[in-house]
């Protein structure tokens, strides 16, 4: 059977189409990075989320994204923490324990997907009145972020590693 001009066209066309698609690979945002992100390109934002155990815990999340849509690896764990006042006093806060042991996982970062550490605290009325938490993250290299707290806690806290979000 023979085929007509205008279908060995087509038939040209889609060839070609396919060999352009399968020589540029996968899109880029499907790529898994294989370097850690740099302190220029991650944001933290901490919030409060809806604690497992609602009765006797609050649960709050310092999320990270990159900004200008960059894809890169987090791991480790957030160091040098300090926690402020809403007039920007140093508050002394205590951790019960700090499970941010290795291993560490690489958890992959950008405009889709975030990393996450979460931070407990008892439930209950009253507690200090955080405004803002400081901390060095493991980027490369090292940084030093500052970001707002979103209310009052009562501690101990307990802190995580930097892990994939948990839905």
Same mark, same amino acid.
């Given at each position: 059977?023979?085929?007509?001009? $205008?279908?060995?066209?087509?038939?040209? &066309?889609? /060839?070609?189409?396919?060999?352009?698609?399968?020589?540029?690979?996968?899109? @880029?945002?499907?790529?898994?990075?294989?370097? $850690?992100?740099?302190?220029?390109?991650?944001? =933290?934002?901490? +919030?409060?989320?809806?604690? *497992?155990?609602?009765?006797?815990?609050?649960?709050?999340? &310092?999320?990270?994204?990159?900004?200008? +849509?960059?894809?890169?690896? /987090?791991?480790?764990?957030?160091?040098?923490?300090?926690?402020?006042?809403?007039?920007?006093?140093?508050?002394?806060?205590?951790?019960?324990?700090?499970?941010?042991?290795?291993?560490?996982?690489?958890?992959?970062?950008?405009?889709?997907?975030?990393?996450?550490?979460? !931070? @407990? @605290? =008892? #439930?209950?009325? +009253?507690?200090?009145?955080?405004?803002?938490? #400081?901390?060095?993250?493991?980027?490369? =290299?090292? #940084?030093?972020?500052?970001?707002?707290? =979103?209310? *009052?806690?009562? +501690?101990? /806290?307990? !802190?995580?590693? !930097?892990? #994939?979000?948990? @839905?």
């Amino acid at each position: 059977m023979k085929k007509s001009r $205008h279908a060995r066209a087509l038939t040209a &066309v889609a /060839l070609a189409a396919a060999a352009v698609l399968s020589a540029a690979g996968p899109a @880029s945002a499907d790529v898994r990075p294989t370097r $850690h992100c740099a302190a220029d390109e991650v944001m =933290p934002r901490i +919030g409060e989320g809806s604690s *497992p155990r609602p009765g006797t815990t609050r649960l709050f999340t &310092v999320g990270f994204r990159t900004v200008n +849509g960059t894809s890169c690896l /987090l791991s480790g764990a957030l160091d040098f923490i300090r926690f402020y006042d809403t007039s920007g006093r140093p508050l002394d806060v205590r951790f019960s324990t700090k499970a941010a042991v290795a291993p560490f996982e690489d958890v992959w970062v950008d405009g889709f997907r975030w990393a996450a550490v979460y !931070i @407990s @605290s =008892p #439930a209950g009325d +009253g507690g200090m009145p955080i405004g803002s938490m #400081a901390f060095s993250a493991p980027t490369t =290299p090292a #940084a030093e972020f500052t970001a707002a707290w =979103p209310g *009052p806690v009562n +501690g101990p /806290l307990y !802190i995580s590693k !930097i892990t #994939a979000p948990v @839905s």
